[in-house]
């Protein structure tokens, strides 16, 4: 079932600042991927820059628990790289699913993408309800 919890109130106000940053200043490889998402034949809702958790997540698809995340160069550094695993565990105990992807898979490999995000959608169960529908 579509559920997470959010940071606390004084937290909450501080990223969501960061994610209204984050949408005015997204990156390339997060504005193709934006555009494929809304635009796409998908089918289903997307937030994007979304708070979860104490976390802001690039994508959302929150009909199937699914994060999508969009990985810069200094993703591959080891800190960095062990931050995103702790973080993507994090995300998973809330009941989510993460999957990553680079800027350069996104970018040089658009149909790629978009058909393993089209193949794990499929994969997931039925979509669940948001509350309140």
């Keep these: 079932m579509w559920q997470y919890r959010t940071s606390s109130p004084d937290r909450y106000e501080l990223l969501k600042e960061f994610a209204r940053d984050n949408r005015k200043n997204a990156t390339l490889a997060e504005m193709q991927l934006w555009k494929f998402l809304k635009d796409g034949d998908i089918g ?14 690039d994508f959302l698809l929150p009909y199937y628990n699914l994060v ?3 990985d810069g160069g200094y993703h591959a550094e080891r800190d960095q790289h062990e931050d995103d695993m702790v973080r993507s565990e994090a995300l ?10 680079t800027n350069e898979q996104v970018l040089f490999e658009a149909d790629d993408v978009c058909l393993k995000i089209k193949e794990i959608i499929n994969q997931i169960k039925t979509p669940q309800p948001l509350p309140g529908e």
Excluded: A, P
């Excluded at 809702?45 to 104490?54: C, E, F, T």
């Excluded at 998973?92 to 992807?101: E, Q």
């Design 44 to 57: 289903t809702k997307v937030l994007r820059q979304h708070i979860v958790g104490d976390y802001i997540v």
């Design 68 to 70: 999508i995340e969009v």
């Design 92 to 101: 998973n105990g809330l009941g989510l699913y993460v999957i990553r992807f």
